[in-house]
């Protein structure tokens, strides 16, 4: 699929939201309810393996987790190729 200039220069004024996962666990529901504050929930990746990068429901990259200016941050480590991000986006407004 061909995408015009003219389509290229719309979709990428477009604002996206991006989602970082630290990483999951799988619990009842049980578990979850018996969370208090101060208890300990382990997810399922290793320390310092960082986080992965999703836009839609989509992973797009992995990145490390650092803090910059009090807040958390992602460096981006490893990302989609830039014609693919660009295809999966305009595919998606269709």
Do not use: H, P, W
């Not at 990428?12 to 101060?38: H, P, Q, R, Y």
């Not at 999703?54 to 807040?71: A, H, L």
């Amino acid at each position: 699929m061909e995408i015009s200039d003219r389509d290229y220069d719309l979709l990428v004024d477009t604002e996206i939201v991006v989602d970082v996962m630290l990483g999951s666990a799988n619990i009842t529901v049980k578990e979850f309810l018996d969370l208090g504050e101060g208890d300990i929930l382990s997810l399922d990746k290793a320390a310092g393996s960082g986080g992965d990068i999703y836009v839609n429901q989509r992973i797009v990259g992995t990145g490390d987790i650092i803090v910059m200016d009090e807040r958390l941050a992602v460096r981006v480590q490893d990302a989609m190729d830039s014609d693919n991000v660009v295809r999966y986006f305009f595919e998606e407004r269709l």
